[in-house]
């Protein structure tokens, strides 16, 4: 009994050591399994706050590289545009520098909001705060430049203006390349710590998995499924970084390539309108939808005398359209603006302008519409045209007019003798025509030469001037032929002769008169000149039939011993 008692007593020691044995062997293994999961739970957190953190980073990093684009860009639109626009403008560069100041100290100092960390590496510190022209020296004096501009008035905001000027030439260039360089630092330093993350997490695996094959021998095994299971889920975890890692680089380097893309269009077709408008002949203006001029070119200050500061913001109209035409000029654009599509719009045409001197001007006037900032604008191309209006005059007076007395000629006498004739059939008034011809004018030229008798033609033009009435036309036909008509003479036939011939003989007595002629430089001589002046009286008369009998007339005095006056005669 006592052998069985002790072999049972025994057996039961032994099984209960087994037991016991096993029981540390399970809570071995059950810690194992607990700080096996800890340690992928906790592994994989910090996996992911780090990726989450330098997401944040890279993110915020790289908007401030497109706040500083908007800005710079917001600021040259603020300088730019006309007064009305300048409030949204405002609000729009006001709330993208608050949020590059907020994202600034952010970086700088941590942001749980934006999930930016507090602490930061050594080199992103330097980065920021060691270097001789540290990161944040740079975005805290370009956000302090922009609030200076914020800070000006419409009439200081200048495109010349100091503030202006850093901004533009800092945002694409030193600010823009220091902040690409720490977006690079970030991703780097994000790399980095995953690299070291997984290393770790890669060392204390393989000190788990040892004794894990130290204790699969008793009981373990039941566990390698789970740890199978564990593992492939941090792996999937882990790829699963890697790749929205890898998306949002692209994404950012996507996004980096378009705004350089956009930034350098712009740039290119800022300057080659600039190049263009700057060096035009004629002048270029951009008017607003409230007839407000936004752009004024140097040929457009030389041609009306107001520089593009004085411009800026002003009504076209009301500075360059003469006072009588401002009214229409006004009403015309109104339609323009309402329908986005003007009668002008597309068209040339010749209108008067007004110079800042008050000036009156021909111009050639081309106009064009566009689309900018959901509003119809209008692109203004003004040429001074005060040369060829002046040889248009020229080549019409030479058409129109004698060039040596400046008289009406042959062309211009035959219109104005169709209109009295047509005047006189409507009236019932008679209208005469008298020829004047010049006696022994021939012997003048041939004796003195014809530069004094070209003087002698000029003063008897003007005298023929004198003595003709207001109404009447004085005109030259050649040599020495002068054709008078008179228009607007009585009714009766017998009063109308009688105020005709009056007014011959005023004029033959004028004629009579001596002359002065010069011979040259130094000599004069006095000269007498008489005239045979013939006259017909028309009220239906055609032209030519008119201008037969007034030279008819004419000849008979010739005939009949010159000086003297003779009305045709139908019964000659």
Request: proline residues 2%; aromatic residues 6%.
């Amino acid at each position: 009994m006592w052998l069985v008692a002790t072999y049972t007593i025994s057996k039961m020691n032994i099984q209960l050591n087994v037991a016991q044995a096993l029981t540390w062997r399970y809570v071995i293994a059950l810690l194992l399994v607990v700080s096996l999961s800890t340690a992928a739970w906790l592994s994989m957190h910090l996996v992911i706050s780090e990726q989450k953190s330098t997401a944040a980073l890279v993110n915020v990093s790289g908007r401030q590289r497109m706040l500083s684009q908007r800005t710079a860009l917001f600021s040259n639109l603020l300088t730019n545009a006309p007064r009305a626009e300048r409030s949204q403008l405002r609000k729009q560069l006001t709330d993208a520098i608050l949020l590059m100041e907020r994202s600034h100290n952010g970086l700088t100092h941590g942001d749980a909001a934006m999930g930016l960390p507090e602490t930061r590496s050594a080199v992103v510190h330097s980065l920021y705060f060691d270097a001789p022209d540290s990161l944040d020296g740079q975005v805290k004096r370009y956000i302090s430049t922009v609030k200076v501009l914020l800070q000006l008035t419409d009439e200081e905001l200048t495109t010349d203006n100091p503030s202006l000027r850093y901004i533009t030439t800092t945002a694409p260039t030193t600010l823009l390349v220091a902040l690409d360089h720490m977006v690079a630092q970030y991703q780097l330093e994000g790399e980095v710590a995953v690299q070291r993350l997984q290393r770790a997490e890669t060392i204390f695996w393989l000190a788990t998995l040892l004794l894990l094959v130290l204790e699969a021998i008793l009981i373990f095994h039941p566990f390698v499924r789970h740890i199978r299971l564990i593992i492939s889920k941090l792996q999937s975890a882990t790829e699963a970084l890697q790749l929205h890692h890898d998306q949002l680089e692209v994404t950012v380097q996507l996004r980096t390539a378009e705004l350089e893309s956009r930034s350098h269009a712009l740039q290119e077709s800022e300057e080659k309108f600039r190049l263009i408008s700057t060096n035009a002949k004629d002048a270029i203006v951009i008017i607003g939808p409230d007839e407000q001029i936004i752009y004024w070119n140097p040929a457009a200050e030389r041609i009306f005398g107001y520089s593009a500061n004085e411009m800026a913001g002003e009504n076209l109209h009301n500075l360059l359209t003469p006072e009588r035409y401002r009214a229409d000029a006004h009403s015309s654009y109104q339609h323009f603006r309402d329908s986005g599509a003007g009668k002008l719009v597309g068209t040339t045409f010749d209108t008067t302008a007004l110079r800042k001197s008050g000036e009156e001007f021909p111009v050639e006037l081309s106009i064009s519409a566009f689309m900018f900032q959901n509003s119809w604008h209008a692109l203004g191309i003004i040429r001074d045209i005060t040369e060829r209006k002046l040889l248009e005059e020229q080549v019409r007076r030479l058409a129109f007019y004698d060039v040596l007395t400046n008289l009406p000629n042959r062309r211009m006498l035959s219109d104005h003798l169709n209109l009295a004739m047509a005047a006189n059939r409507r009236s019932g008034c008679h209208g005469a025509l008298m020829f004047i011809d010049l006696d022994k004018f021939k012997l003048l030229n041939d004796t003195h030469g014809h530069g004094t008798g070209d003087f002698l033609l000029i003063e008897v033009a003007r005298r023929l001037k004198d003595s003709a009435r207001d109404m009447d036309t004085v005109a030259r036909i050649g040599g020495d032929e002068f054709v008078i008509i008179l228009t607007d003479l009585n009714t009766n036939r017998t009063e109308a002769t009688k105020e005709a011939i009056f007014v011959a003989e005023k004029i033959r007595t004028a004629l009579s008169e001596p002359y002065v002629l010069p011979i040259d430089a130094a000599t004069h001589i006095k000269h007498h000149c008489t005239a045979s002046i013939g006259i017909t009286l028309f009220s239906g008369h055609n032209q030519e039939e008119a201008m037969r009998q007034a030279d008819e007339a004419m000849y008979r005095v010739k005939h009949s011993g010159r000086d003297q006056i003779r009305l045709y005669d139908t019964r000659a």
